[in-house]
């Protein structure tokens, strides 16, 4: 029976450690794609300013007159 025992004991340890790390693995996956979205949106903008780096801004073009 001791060995048993000690046999349920060591799988109930490995069930609560594999339970452990399954919600560390789930946070991670959120962070993650938390992460993922938050570059994306920056990787966007860095993009939009340098298009706009080409173009002049309105006060600093000169009217078609001239």
Request: no cysteine.
């Amino acid at each position: 029976m001791d060995r048993v025992e000690a046999l349920e004991e060591k799988v109930a340890h490995l069930m609560r450690a594999m339970d452990d790390l399954s919600d560390v693995l789930a946070r991670q996956a959120r962070e993650i794609e938390a992460l993922s979205r938050r570059a994306q949106m920056l990787l966007e903008r860095e993009a939009e300013r340098e298009a706009m780096a080409g173009e002049a801004p309105a006060a600093n073009v000169r009217p078609p007159h001239w």
